[in-house]
């Protein structure tokens, strides 16, 4: 049964999930209990542990890890109302090197199409050192990983194949409005849409839990794909000196502004393109996944910080 779907009552017979820890604790007689979240793709729910051995093997873990689990569901007395909390009796761990891909959200959408799309824009630059600095960067283990990894680590696009299409239909978007307003170098708009987010192949990891990775935590995606930039830049003979320049502040921008996490506002036609298609594009996947999780109608959605109609 997936998680989403449980109800009072329901109860769990040694199912995998991804489990994480949030706290664990002694109680007044002395005796441990964890509490903490269990994931699935198609959603989450609080769990509590009193068992001695199932919190004895999970109480120091500090990340997410893939389990087994057996409990009953109840609600969550202190959660509100209509919460629901999983009392489980046993916990484990899986063993490393299981596959645990079916635990992983994964994107709806067809990925192959939108490798196609992907190249179909590339292909579309007019400058060949502009197409060749993307061939530079998305290349070997770089674009296995872009091809994998999540767009985030929760709010949009947070699942296997998510970075790619978000990526790709911002992109789009991107050309959409620049094919509207006059003097807009189209190529630094499709290139720099493509590479905006290419930090985030070393902020967060494609693994249980999506993680953000040393790198994430100390640099940031935007430092980190404008060094992923400026590193290939050099290896293109060709690239001029503006384009490299216009490329790392289309990335370093594309947040918006300062407050919004970006070292440098937008500057450029392009850079305003790329920041707006990225936010429209974040911001009206809520109503997908949104819709997705909770059906139609009216639902709070986290990100945008209110109800919205689905």
Same mark, same amino acid.
């Given at each position: 049964?997936?998680?989403?779907?449980?109800?009072?009552?329901?109860?769990?017979?040694?199912?995998?999930?991804?489990?994480?820890?949030?706290?664990?604790?002694?109680?007044?007689?002395?005796?441990?209990?964890?509490?903490?979240?269990?994931?699935?793709?198609?959603?989450?729910?609080?769990?509590?542990?009193?068992?001695?051995?199932?919190?004895?093997?999970?109480?120091?873990?500090?990340?997410?890890?893939?389990?087994?689990?057996?409990?009953?569901?109840?609600?969550?007395?202190?959660?509100?109302?209509?919460?629901?909390?999983?009392?489980?009796?046993?916990?484990?761990?899986?063993?490393?090197?299981?596959?645990?891909?079916?635990?992983?959200?994964?994107?709806?959408?067809?990925?192959?199409?939108?490798?196609?799309?992907?190249?179909?824009?590339? %292909? =579309?630059?007019?400058?060949?050192?502009?197409?060749?600095?993307?061939?530079? +960067?998305?290349?070997?283990? #770089?674009?296995? @990983? $872009?091809?994998?990894?999540?767009?985030?680590?929760?709010?949009?696009?947070?699942?296997?194949?998510?970075?790619?299409?978000?990526?790709?239909?911002?992109?789009?978007?991107?050309?959409?409005?620049?094919?509207?307003?006059?003097?807009?170098?189209?190529?630094?708009?499709?290139?720099?849409?493509?590479?905006?987010?290419?930090?985030?192949?070393?902020?967060?990891?494609?693994?249980?839990?999506?993680?953000?990775?040393? %790198? =994430?935590?100390?640099?940031?995606?935007?430092?980190?794909?404008?060094?992923? +930039?400026?590193?290939?830049? #050099?290896?293109? @003979? $060709?690239?001029?000196?503006?384009?490299?320049?216009?490329?790392?502040?289309?990335?370093?921008?594309?947040?918006?502004?300062?407050?919004?996490?970006?070292?440098?506002?937008?500057?450029?036609?392009?850079?305003?393109?790329?920041?707006?298609?990225?936010?429209?594009?974040?911001?009206?996947?809520?109503?997908?996944?949104?819709?997705?999780?909770?059906?139609?109608?009216?639902?709070?959605?986290?990100?945008?910080?209110?109800?919205?109609?689905?």
């Amino acid at each position: 049964m997936k998680l989403a779907e449980l109800r009072v009552g329901n109860r769990l017979e040694k199912q995998e999930a991804i489990l994480w820890v949030q706290k664990s604790s002694q109680s007044a007689n002395g005796s441990w209990f964890v509490r903490g979240t269990l994931e699935d793709p198609s959603g989450a729910i609080g769990f509590i542990c009193f068992n001695a051995e199932s919190v004895a093997r999970i109480k120091e873990l500090t990340e997410a890890a893939p389990a087994v689990v057996s409990g009953q569901v109840q609600a969550d007395r202190y959660g509100g109302e209509g919460k629901l909390q999983f009392l489980a009796d046993y916990i484990d761990l899986l063993p490393p090197g299981k596959d645990v891909s079916h635990l992983l959200p994964a994107a709806s959408k067809d990925m192959e199409e939108y490798k196609k799309k992907f190249l179909k824009l590339v %292909a =579309g630059i007019s400058r060949p050192p502009v197409r060749e600095l993307l061939g530079e +960067i998305f290349s070997g283990s #770089r674009w296995e @990983q $872009f091809i994998r990894n999540p767009a985030a680590k929760r709010f949009h696009h947070a699942y296997i194949g998510g970075l790619l299409e978000h990526s790709v239909d911002v992109a789009e978007m991107a050309l959409a409005i620049a094919a509207t307003v006059p003097g807009v170098d189209r190529d630094m708009v499709i290139a720099g849409a493509l590479l905006h987010d290419i930090g985030k192949t070393e902020e967060i990891s494609a693994d249980i839990g999506f993680s953000y990775t040393e %790198a =994430g935590h100390l640099v940031g995606h935007i430092t980190a794909g404008a060094l992923i +930039i400026d590193a290939a830049a #050099r290896q293109v @003979q $060709f690239l001029s000196e503006a384009e490299r320049k216009s490329l790392l502040h289309i990335v370093l921008s594309h947040h918006g502004s300062r407050d919004k996490g970006s070292p440098v506002g937008c500057a450029t036609r392009e850079a305003v393109i790329v920041h707006y298609a990225d936010e429209v594009n974040a911001v009206l996947q809520q109503f997908v996944e949104t819709g997705e999780k909770e059906g139609a109608g009216w639902n709070f959605n986290k990100m945008m910080g209110s109800m919205i109609r689905v």
